[in-house]
T-cell receptor
């Protein structure tokens, strides 16, 4: 079974600085999708960025980028120029496709605090 | 326009009661899900439906019964509520193929007293 590990329960960053959130996963599949979701205090789950495993190029969405290391099974999220609105729980997720059924397997999350 | 909606957003009830949470998506997706987020914020899948057919049932107690009247709706009925059922329940949907992104509803915070 696939597992996702986020080793940093909490992180903090100064406004305008850069922070990296770690994520590792375990899978025997060769093709898969990885996601970072953000959950602000409103509790809405918001997709931040996605990565397709067959693409070697790291995904980028504005101030958010990933460092995808397929061999190491690592998928870290970098937030540049951090803003107060980035404060939230961040979840790394693996899209599992087994026996015709699809689900997201989540890590336990990292709580990000942005200090003014 | 709301893509995935859930009602109610908050639900407070007593142990032993039966309650339902409703979910609707207007995205035309084929697959819908229920996830449970516990007090430590851990999210785990409970069920998935594809075109009204149950696909995933992740060893959830049979007090939980999902029902999908059509592919735009997936409801969750919970019988004989227990304290441990207190959590946030998220509905989500996704299209078949493509980026496989799942779109989440706003969540229903269930508190069992």
């Amino acid at each position: 079974a696939q597992t996702v590990t986020q080793s940093q329960p909490e992180m903090s960053v100064q406004e305008a600085e850069t922070v990296t959130l770690s994520c590792t996963y375990d899978t025997s599949e060769s093709d898969y999708y990885l996601f970072w979701y953000k959950q602000p205090p409103s509790r809405q789950m918001i997709l931040v960025i996605r990565q397709e495993a067959y693409k070697q190029q790291n995904a980028t969405e504005n101030r958010f980028s990933v460092n995808f290391q397929k061999a190491a099974k690592s998928f870290s999220l970098k937030i540049s120029d951090s803003q107060l609105g980035d404060a939230a729980m961040y979840f790394c997720a693996y899209r599992s496709w087994t026996g015709g059924s699809e689900k997201l397997v989540f890590g336990k999350g990292t709580k990000l605090t942005v200090n003014p | 326009d709301t893509a995935v909606s859930q009602t109610p957003k908050y639900l407070v009830t007593q142990m032993g009661n039966d309650k339902s949470i409703k979910c609707e998506q207007n995205l035309g997706h084929d697959t819908m899900y229920w996830y449970k987020q516990d007090s430590k914020k851990f999210l785990k899948i409970m069920f998935s439906y594809n075109n009204k057919e149950l696909i995933i049932n992740e060893t959830v107690p049979n007090r939980f019964s999902p029902k999908s009247p059509d592919k735009a709706h997936l409801n969750l009925h919970i019988n004989s509520l227990e304290l441990g059922d207190s959590a946030v329940y998220f509905c989500a949907s996704s299209p078949r193929g493509g980026s496989y992104e799942q779109y989440f509803g706003p969540g229903t915070r269930l508190t069992v007293t």
